[in-house]
């Protein structure tokens, strides 16, 4: 009797947050699963691995900093001699740079004083590159580098997910009649909220390259979250990593092409 292969997932920014948990979850539901486990520094790799298998059989640490492209080809080096392939690519890692500034800018309106008349444009320049070198640069350099290793997935079909934000959704923005405008109006967050629409037009160009070849390429919104990333304001990561996983795990009668939370379909 042959047994069949285990389904290899890789999770970029899974040492601790939203990426946590969503390889926590996929390992405690998905026996046929092995997680590897994306940190950029190796040793947050290892401890956090350690904390979610123990036994080191199902989820393994891998060193990947998405900012770094000699780092992503060493992990699919890695990928490709110790597995050949790679079923399922979630790109979560990411970063806002932009609470300092908010913070900055409304504490000085609350002492009554005056806002800063020119803009620092080096600053923003450097917190908008800073921004899309993970959010976006990051998540097509490796998605494109690890391409090769989906091809041969032994997995049917194989998935990416791109983890964006309902901040990325031009159509909430502009619906004022939408639940979440408020919500997602303030802050602004236009470094955060413009690199995340950019990797939803990711999403679906992986979505329409791969159509044919029945792969499912999704992205999903956390919603506001307690991790670092927020500075702890937010709902449990564990729920925000419900329909990450399960775009993860999607069959082949799964959808591809969509935005969604765990509540349905989110507006383009
Ligand atoms: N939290 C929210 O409210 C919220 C809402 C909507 C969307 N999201 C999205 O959810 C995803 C996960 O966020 P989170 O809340 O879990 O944040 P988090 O707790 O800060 O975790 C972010 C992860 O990304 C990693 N990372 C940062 N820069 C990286 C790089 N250059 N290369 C590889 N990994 C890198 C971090 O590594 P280190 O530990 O080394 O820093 C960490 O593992 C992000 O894409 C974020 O935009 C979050």
Known sequence: MTTAPRTIVLITGANQGIGFEVAKAIHSVHKDYHILL????????????????????????????????????????????????????????GINNEFELFWGAQEKQKNGEAQDEKPNLSQLRQLYREAYEVNLFGAAATTEVFIPLLEKAAASPPRIVFVSSHTGSLAIRTD????????????????????????????????AQFKDQGWKVNASCPNLTATNFSHGIGRPASESAVNIVRLATLGADGESGLYSDENGVVPW
């Open 38 to 93: 994306g940190s950029r520094d190796a040793e947050r790799g290892v401890k956090a691995a350690a904390e979610i298998d123990p036994t080191g059989t199902s989820v393994e640490p891998i060193t990947i900093d998405v900012t770094d492209d000699a780092s992503i080809e060493k992990a699919a080096e890695q990928v490709a001699s110790n597995h050949g392939r790679l079923d399922v690519l979630v790109n979560n890692a």
């Open 176 to 207: 004022p009649s939408h639940e979440m405008f408020s919500k997602m109006s303030r802050p602004s967050f236009p470094i955060y909220r413009s690199s995340k629409a950019a990797l939803n037009m990711l999403t679906l160009h992986y979505a």
